[in-house]
């Protein structure tokens, strides 16, 4: 829902229309989960994480351009691939390692907080959000492309379905987020849409 909500403010603040290959993309990175026996360095390479920590945006930008040189009609859910990773680089710097620091737990008891806490958020986000029923009308006519080297369009599909169930099944949490709480969130949605805007204004 995050990277979906900066997809639709980005739009919003660059009058982009909000392609359903853009939303799409938006979503695609984390379809590498749909790959059987993926492994952290398969997700750590579609999200190119060695090369953004090495060269920033620039990594990213460059991703994007020669997926769209390659094939024009890959630019839109490239772009939202592009959007997805420049968010979690974000994600990462603003609210991950400000969570981190707050807690002084072993990594296990970290990370189960840490996805029950995503979750929730995740969750008040989707009933939060008034553009949600339209977007999902939008994405489940989304039509899935491969992104050469990185992931097939039956791994992008089979993840925008997940995502799309996702919220008919997920409870809601038994207390609200302690640390990654609806206010944090909504800030950085702000905070991501406008430094993102700011960076692909350029390319």
Do not use: N
Request: proline fraction near 6%; include cysteine; aromatic fraction near 10%.
């Amino acid at each position: 829902m995050v990277h979906l909500a900066i997809a639709i403010e980005l739009c919003d603040a660059l009058s982009w229309e909000a392609s359903p290959a853009f939303l799409l993309g938006s979503l695609a990175p984390d379809a590498i989960h749909m790959r059987p026996e993926s492994a952290r360095e398969d997700k750590s390479r579609v999200h190119l994480h060695q090369a953004i920590e090495a060269e920033g945006p620039a990594a990213v930008r460059r991703l994007f351009e020669s997926l769209a040189a390659a094939d024009a009609s890959l630019r839109d859910l490239a772009l939202g691939y592009a959007v997805h990773l420049l968010t979690d680089a974000l994600w990462v710097e603003r609210v991950f390692y400000a969570f981190r620091a707050d807690l002084a737990l072993p990594r296990d008891q970290e990370r189960e907080l840490y996805y029950r806490e995503t979750d929730e958020v995740d969750r008040l986000l989707y009933e939060g959000s008034p553009w949600r029923p339209q977007i999902w009308r939008t994405l489940a006519a989304a039509r899935p492309a491969d992104l050469p080297g990185l992931l097939s369009a039956d791994e992008i599909g089979r993840w925008r379905d997940r995502t799309l169930a996702w919220f008919d099944t997920l409870p809601a949490a038994p207390e609200p987020p302690r640390y990654l709480t609806y206010a944090c969130i909504q800030a950085f949605i702000a905070g991501a849409t406008a430094a993102i805007a700011e960076e692909v204004q350029e390319w």
